[in-house]
């Protein structure tokens, strides 16, 4: 138990003391009388409360890791199979690292621009040889620009900054099964901690942002059950509480989730209604739907390659609203700030619906 004191009104502390339940002896029907019960420690004596004195002086101010989503919560990016996810996390992940724009400024914001950020990627649904294609068309796709769009970082920087702010945990496929919570007994009525999931918090420690990629593969509980999935967001709130880091886990849509108007709401999430409730930053990601792609001309493979992130849930900030990306060649997203309506640049979507000539999109 930590060490808990008192504070006493001059201002002086003392311990508290310890105390517990008291030991019971009771008979059953037989007349036997029952092991005694162990000793229970009380939780309540190890929290010690706000001292509202302290709000007589200005709150600190928030530290945002991502725009809207602050040090110490837990968010999410969810959406369908195939829209754009992975490239996004990815490009995310190293734009903040190493401070270079990769094409999806609107979800960073001025962030990264300060100080490069630590990430920590835990891979669980691709294997590491895709994650490298990825990122190599990612800078491949970036580097005729000289690496960073706005000419501030050279490719040496660029390379240093991310060896050493971002870090992949490759777990898809390991012997070891990686999972942070399953059923403690055969009911499936009791969740309890993997060995996995007691030491996340430390592993975490020293990061800015830690992406758990996927939840559906993090865990052995019942997505659909509230109890269960509030046992495994409290994991992720644990660690990023006390690693002072922004945790983001990266989900699906359920199904049917996003094929109407209103792909940005929070409720499209798959599972449980706590995925949604008890986390504290939602962005969802989707596609332009074909009868709009149609309207505005074009066929159905770039109807597809526009990708709308929205966020859905933002508790502590700015709802960044909405912002649209082309789907370039290689499947890499770059930031369009007129969406759909406008032309783009010199390999913008006007002169790919020109041409109708397109490389596979290797859609992530």
Request: hydrophobic share 20%; glycine share 18%.
């Given at each position: 138990m930590n060490s808990v004191v008192h504070l006493s009104p001059d201002g002086t502390t003392r311990?508290?003391?310890?105390?517990?339940?008291?030991?019971?002896?009771?008979?059953n029907k037989n007349g036997k009388e029952k092991p005694v019960e162990k000793s229970v420690a009380n939780p309540w004596l190890s929290i010690r409360p706000v001292d509202v004195m302290t709000w007589q002086q200005p709150a600190p101010e928030p530290e945002y890791v991502l725009a809207g989503l602050e040090r110490g919560t837990v968010g999410a990016i969810v959406g369908p199979g195939g829209a754009g996810k992975s490239y996004l996390t990815l490009q995310l992940m190293m734009q903040l690292a190493t401070g270079a724009d990769l094409g999806i400024s609107p979800l960073v914001g001025n962030l990264s621009e300060a100080r490069p950020l630590r990430v920590l990627y835990i891979c669980l649904e691709d294997p590491a040889k895709?994650?490298?294609?990825?990122?190599?068309?990612?800078?491949?796709?970036?580097?005729?620009?000289?690496?960073?769009?706005?000419?501030?970082?050279?490719?040496d920087e660029f390379w240093e900054r991310l060896r050493a702010n971002l870090t992949i945990l490759d777990l898809f496929g390991n012997p070891d099964i990686f999972s942070l919570a399953r059923h403690a007994d055969s009911n499936n009525r009791k969740c309890e901690l993997t060995s996995w999931g007691q030491f996340l918090a430390e592993r975490c420690a020293g990061y800015d942002l830690v992406i758990m990629d996927t939840l559906s593969r993090s865990h052995e509980l019942e997505e659909n059950?509230?109890?269960?999935?509030a046992f495994l967001l409290k994991i992720f709130e644990r660690a990023a509480t006390s690693s002072n880091c922004a945790f983001l886990y990266i989900h699906h849509f359920?199904?049917?989730?996003?094929?109407?108007?209103?792909?940005?709401?929070?409720?499209n999430s798959r599972g449980a209604s706590v995925l949604t409730s008890n986390c504290r930053w939602q962005l969802n990601v989707g596609t332009l739907r074909m009868d709009k792609g149609k309207a505005l001309g074009f066929d159905r493979l770039d109807t597809k390659s526009w990708v709308c992130t929205e966020s859905a849930k933002v508790s502590y900030g700015?709802?960044?609203?909405?912002?649209?990306?082309?789907?370039?060649?290689?499947?890499?997203?770059?930031?369009e700030p007129d969406g759909p309506n406008?032309?783009?640049?010199?390999?913008?979507?006007?002169?790919?619906?020109?041409?109708?000539?397109?490389?596979?999109?290797h859609e992530g």
């Open positions: 311990p508290a003391p310890e105390q517990s339940f008291p030991r019971t002896r009771r008979s895709e994650v490298w294609r990825r990122a190599g068309r990612i800078i491949e796709r970036f580097n005729s620009r000289g690496v960073d769009e706005r000419g501030v970082l050279g490719p059950s509230n109890p269960e999935m359920s199904k049917g989730g996003g094929t109407n108007d209103d792909q940005g709401a929070a409720d700015a709802n960044g609203g909405q912002n649209w990306y082309w789907r370039g060649e290689g499947g890499v997203l770059n930031h406008g032309d783009g640049g010199d390999d913008g979507p006007a002169q790919v619906r020109n041409s109708r000539r397109r490389e596979p999109s």
